[in-house]
T-cell receptor, first 112, second 111 residues
């Protein structure tokens, strides 16, 4: 079945450590997105990529980095510069600009 | 700037008690309006796309409608399994293709 796979589901890290969240899709979609979801805040866009080897900052990119070396993969690194990294992270892909987003089931990151 | 406002923030219904969720939006050229359902600890699941004012879509107990300023998600005779957070998003036209999401409505249906 086609879809988006995020791993791991839960991730625990110590403050000051970088951590990379995985996102893989087999839907052959060009566009991919990373969102952060906090209680009462809705979805906030971190980074997005329209094509391979190209990506753009979203509304809250500070403290995060991404890469898009393959169409199927869009990993997100949460760096030690991110002040409040504990959150639920969602990855999504999109077939075309008229199409809905397809979401993974998220990674819950806890930094202590 | 594109904006999406959903109301109410939270809604509690008794099983069988019909109601509506609202999504008001301002966007530069609407390419599409999307409704999603999100269960706790999971990613949003796509429900409907609406493209133009007057359009309606239905799926089981849910019906989505669209005007030039807002969309409604009508829930008829809800069941406890309809409990979830419902998200609305707009896809703008023009040069920006980035969808803007509302904060969602948390729906609880009591048996």
């Amino acid at each position: 079945d086609g879809g988006i796979t995020q791993s791991p589901k839960y991730l625990f890290r110590k403050e000051g450590q970088n951590v990379t969240l995985s996102c893989e899709q087999n839907l052959n979609h060009d566009a991919m997105y990373w969102y952060r979801q906090d209680p009462g805040q809705g979805l906030r866009l971190i980074y997005y990529s329209q094509i391979v080897n190209d990506f753009q900052k979203g509304d809250i990119a500070e403290g995060y980095s991404v890469s898009r070396e393959k169409k199927e993969s869009f990993p997100l690194t949460v760096t030690s510069a991110q002040k409040n990294p504990t959150a639920f992270y969602l990855c999504a892909s999109q077939d075309s600009h008229n199409s809905p987003l397809h979401f993974g089931n998220g990674t819950r990151l806890t930094v202590t | 700037e594109d904006q999406v406002t959903q109301s109410p923030e939270a809604l509690r219904l008794q099983e069988g008690e019909s109601s509506s969720l609202n999504c008001s939006y301002t966007v530069s050229g609407l390419r599409g309006l999307f409704w999603y359902r999100q269960d706790p600890g999971k990613g949003p699941e796509f429900l409907f796309t609406l493209y133009s004012a007057g359009e309606e879509k239905e799926k089981e107990r849910l019906k989505a409608t669209l005007t030039k300023k807002e969309s409604f998600l009508h829930i008829t005779a809800p069941k406890p399994e309809d409990s979830a957070t419902y998200l609305c998003a707009v896809q703008p036209g023009g040069g920006s293709y980035i969808p803007t999401f509302g904060r969602g409505t948390s729906l609880i249906v009591h048996p």
